[in-house]
Every structure is written in C-alpha cells, then in structure tokens.
C-alpha cells in the first residue's frame, strides 16, 4: 500500500473521477478542458509549450468534443460557465487582481458539473473538498512560479 500523501493535483483529479464515474464522456470531457487551460496558460505565460500537449489539445477540441455525449448533451448549460471562467482567468492576470480567480476552471466547471450529475447534494458533496485543492494548487503553482505577480 502506497503511504505517500498525495498532491493536490491527484486527489483532486480523483475527486472528479469518483464524481463523473457514472456519466459518459464527463470526465474525459473535463481532462481535455483542463488540458487546453494548461496549454494557454503557458502560452501567456512564456513558457516552454509542450508540443505532445498542444497536439492533444488540438485533437480533443477538433475531434472528441463536437462527438463526447457529455459535452453535446450538457453544452448549451456549460458554455456561459466556461465563458466566465475565461473571463475570470483573464482578469485575474490583470495588475493587483487576485490570482484565485484563475482557478474557477477548478471550481465553477466542476460545481455546474456535480448539479448536473447529482443536483445540490452532489455540490455539496464534491465542492467543498475541489474548493481546498483548488486552493492548495493556486499555492503550488505560486511556489513553483515564484509568484508572477
């Protein structure tokens, strides 16, 4: 048995598997969202741009997307979340904003996707603990940044 404490990133992506575990293409769906977000924000960032990442990326947004029952099913309740995730991860790169807002990719798509699945029980189920995580990689990713801003 593996005694090590996990990272925030692998307790959170099983938090979502455990969620999404009975609803096709969610979590694959959610991974590729997840993906794409990491590619931009290298981009912005400057930083060395995975080529096997952005490959992937690009297949799953040209191809998997437009055919995961997920996405076509849930799309038209998704997209203003998504819309407003990139809102809120723009912002949050302007001067003095707070940097959080850049993890509502972590927070919101997942609250909208536990309502989804199983309603206001499930958010109350699930958030709280994606909520600390997402917390807890905004303060790896500004340990290992060294705090951009």
């Known amino acids: ?50 080529v096997a990442m952005a490959d992937r990326v690009f297949v799953a947004l040209v191809t998997r997307w437009p055919l995961n029952p997920w996405w076509t099913r849930n799309a038209v309740v998704l997209v203003p979340v998504l819309i407003n995730a990139i809102s809120a991860w723009r912002w949050s790169n302007q001067k003095n904003a707070p940097k ?22 499930a958010v109350d189920h699930y958030l709280p603990r994606l909520r600390d995580l997402a917390q807890a990689r905004l303060i790896e990713d500004e340990q290992e940044d060294g705090g951009k801003k």
């Open 100 to 121: 959080d807002r850049a993890y509502d990719i972590y927070t919101e798509v997942p609250a909208t996707m536990a309502f989804l699945i199983g309603g206001q029980a």
């Open 1 to 50: 048995m593996n005694t090590e404490p996990k990272n925030a990133n692998e307790e959170y992506l099983e938090i979502m598997r455990q969620l999404c575990q009975q609803t096709p293409g969610s979590f694959e769906w959610f991974s590729d969202l997840l993906e794409a977000g990491l590619v931009w924000d290298h981009i912005v960032d400057g930083d060395t741009l995975d």
